[in-house]
C-alpha cells in the first residue's frame, strides 16, 4: 500500500484520506473552491479541488474520510494535491483509522506494559494508589492509549502520549541512581501524571483541536485537579507531603515561569527540576526526529519549528 507523502510529481493518487482542514475561496471567474489539509499516516499534503457544488462543500467534513482521484504537483516548492475526484468514504469501505493518522512506531501494547510495570515497582502507596485509580477510568485509560502528546509539536501522532511517557520512563531509570537527591517515586509519578491534562486539552486523537477549557485552563492545572479529586475520592488530603510534591513537578514542569512557557509555578526541588529536563529532552528530540524524517533526500537543512531555527542534517 502506498501513502500520501511517498507520492511525486505527476504522479496519480487514488486513496482514502482524512480531511483534517477545510477552507472555502472563490477564484476571479467567481466559482467556489476548497483548500484542503489531507491526510495519511504518512503525513500530510495541501490539496485543492476547484468547481466546488454546495452539495459537495457541504459533504466534506473536517474530521471526515475521503477518497479522492487527484494528480500530485509543485507549488512553490511543496507537493500538493489538485483533485479531480471526491467523494467521502462509507462504511462499506472498512477504512482502518490506523492508516489514515501517524502513528506511534512502538506498539501500543508494549508500551502498556511497560507503563504497568513501573506502577507496580512504586514503592508509594500513596502515588500507586493515585495511578491506579486514574487508570481504573475506563474513559482515562482509553485516552491514554489512543491519545497523542501534542497537536503539532511533539509525538503528535496516534498514541504519541502513551510512548512519550515511557520514554520518560525510560530515560529516569537510568538517570536515577545518578542524583540521589531526587525522589525516584515521585519523577516516575509525574513522567506518567505530568500530561494527564491533556487527555482534556485535546479534543480526539484523530485530527485533535484544543479544546475550551484545554485554551482556558490548560493541561497544567487540569492535569492538578484531576490528581486533587481523585485524591479526595480516595480520602487522601490535599496537604499529603507525596501529594503536594506530585502537584509541584506536574504545576513546573515547562521550566521557569519567567520564560512564558506556562508553568504555574517554577521548579523548586531535585525531582522538578530534573523532570523538566527530562520533558525538555524527550519533546525535542522527538520533534527533531519528525523534521529530519520530513526533509528530502537532497535537503540539508530544514526549518525546526520546537527550535525555532534551521537545524542540519548532521554529519
Known amino acids: 500500500m502506498k501513502y500520501l507523502m511517498e507520492y511525486q510529481e505527476g504522479e496519480r493518487v487514488v486513496a482514502f484520506c482524512l480531511v483534517k482542514n477545510k477552507e472555502a475561496g472563490v477564484a476571479s471567474n467567481q466559482s467556489e473552491y476548497l483548500n484542503l489539509e489531507l491526510g495519511d499516516r504518512s503525513g500530510t499534503l495541501m490539496a485543492k479541488l476547484w468547481d466546488v457544488s454546495a452539495e459537495m462543500k457541504e459533504s466534506i467534513t473536517v474530521k471526515g474520510v475521503v477518497k479522492i482521484d487527484a494528480a500530485v504537483q509543485m507549488y ?46 512504586l514503592q508509594s502507596q500513596t502515588l500507586k494508589a493515585i495511578i491506579t485509580e486514574a487508570l481504573l477510568n475506563d474513559e482515562v485509560r482509553d485516552r491514554i492509549r489512543h491519545y497523542p502528546a501534542g497537536v503539532r509539536m511533539h509525538h503528535n501522532y496516534y498514541h504519541g502520549l502513551l510512548e512519550h511517557i515511557v520514554s520518560l520512563l525510560t530515560a529516569a531509570e537510568r538517570l536515577v541512581p545518578l542524583y540521589p537527591q531526587v525522589d525516584r ?69 515547562h521550566g521557569e515561569v519567567e520564560n512564558g512557557w506556562g508553568s504555574a509555578v517554577s521548579g523548586k526541588t531535585p525531582t522538578a527540576v530534573l523532570f523538566h529536563y527530562l520533558d525538555q529532552i524527550d519533546s525535542k528530540m522527538n520533534a527533531l526526529g519528525q523534521t529530519l524524517a520530513d526533509m528530502g533526500e537532497d535537503e540539508e537543512w530544514a526549518y525546526a519549528g520546537v527550535l525555532r531555527r534551521k537545524v542540519c542534517r548532521g554529519f
Open 76 to 121: 512553490r516548492g511543496k507537493k500538493q494535491l489538485v483533485i479531480q475526484r471526491v467523494r467521502p468514504a462509507s462504511a462499506s469501505d472498512e477504512v482502518l483509522m490506523e492508516s489514515l493518522i501517524p502513528v506511534s512506531p512502538v506498539p501500543v501494547d508494549e508500551l502498556w506494559e511497560k507503563l504497568e510495570q513501573t506502577i507496580h515497582s
Open 185 to 253: 517515586d515521585i519523577l516516575y509519578a509525574t513522567c506518567i501524571l505530568h500530561d494527564i491534562g491533556k487527555l482534556y486539552e485535546l479534543s480526539d486523537p484523530v485530527a485533535p483541536d484544543y479544546t475550551t477549557p484545554g485554551q482556558l485552563i490548560g493541561h497544567l492545572v487540569m492535569g492538578v485537579e484531576m490528581v486533587s479529586g481523585i485524591c479526595r475520592k480516595l480520602d487522601i488530603p490535599l496537604g499529603d507531603a507525596e501529594v503536594l510534591h506530585l502537584k509541584h513537578c506536574i504545576l513546573s514542569h
